[in-house]
């Protein structure tokens, strides 16, 4: 049965290295059960830190994460899989295995260690593969993939994974455009929690519910798309100057960058 989607909360949230670098700091965030969350900002700004530390592969050294009113660090490594599942940034070496090995592999949080795949994780399996538009990739060695197609593969792996919580690290990095699209516009209709981290603002403001703005490892703005992007919050984020106008048929906020050589 597929879990419902989770509620997560930030409190005080800080990563501070071994060496004394603060690397995130002060972090308060929320994502509502079942709404997509965009986590933009420009490089460096803590983006894909705070990611990690939300799903447990780094630990934060100050704050807390509660995930549907949970200690995320109380539960343990099995647990916490069956709750939140990750689409990361770089996609891992997968050792000799096909794509439909790879995505099987998604269903290990619900499994001894012992039990084999059953019909029902087959027949998973191919339901992911299918709805991320890749199920002729089933038995091709994961290694033999382009980025774009290991991408897809990952989040098919995520969804047999049937998360309460979902993250993603650019989860459009190495697609092309179609199949940008096509990824954003089927995370809206998964019933999880999506946390999303987004270079492109103007997928962010499209597909997203609410943002939050990251800068220097700091929340600085966070809201409905509508609100947080602003042509102040570019400028002095970004360091860009652009015009913000509204998209002629999503009616989402629309960017329009101006070239630096342009005349102020």
Request: overall charge negative; charged content about 20%; aromatic content about 4%.
């Amino acid at each position: 049965m597929t879990p419902h989607p989770a509620a997560l909360t930030v409190t005080g949230l800080g990563h501070t290295t071994a060496d004394g670098t603060s690397l995130i700091r002060d972090v308060d965030l929320d994502a509502v059960p079942g709404e997509t969350v965009g986590l933009v900002g420009p490089n460096g700004s803590g983006k894909t830190t705070l990611l990690r530390c939300i799903y447990g592969t780094l630990r934060p050294t100050a704050g807390s994460i509660s995930i549907d009113g949970t200690d995320s660090f109380a539960l343990t490594v099995k647990e916490r899989a069956r709750r939140v599942a990750v689409v990361p940034q770089d996609a891992p070496g997968a050792f000799g295995l096909t794509v439909a090995e790879v995505v099987a592999m998604g269903r290990s949080p619900h499994k001894r260690f012992w039990e084999q795949d059953t019909k029902d994780d087959t027949r998973r399996v191919t339901e992911a593969l299918t709805r991320v538009g890749s199920a002729d990739l089933a038995h091709r060695p994961f290694e033999q993939l382009s980025g774009g197609e290991r991408q897809r593969a990952l989040v098919a792996r995520a969804l047999v994974q049937e998360p309460g919580l979902l993250a993603l690290d650019e989860p459009t990095n190495h697609l092309d455009i179609r199949h940008q699209l096509e990824l954003l516009s089927l995370l809206r209709t998964l019933p999880a929690t999506k946390l999303v981290v987004l270079h492109d603002l103007n997928l962010a403001a499209s597909y997203c519910d609410r943002l939050h703005v990251l800068d220097a490892g700091r929340v600085v703005a966070s809201g409905p798309p509508a609100d947080v992007i602003t042509e102040e919050l570019l400028d002095s984020v970004y360091g860009v100057r652009a015009r913000i106008g509204t998209h002629p048929t999503t009616s989402a906020p629309h960017i329009v960058y101006i070239p630096p050589e342009t005349e102020r």
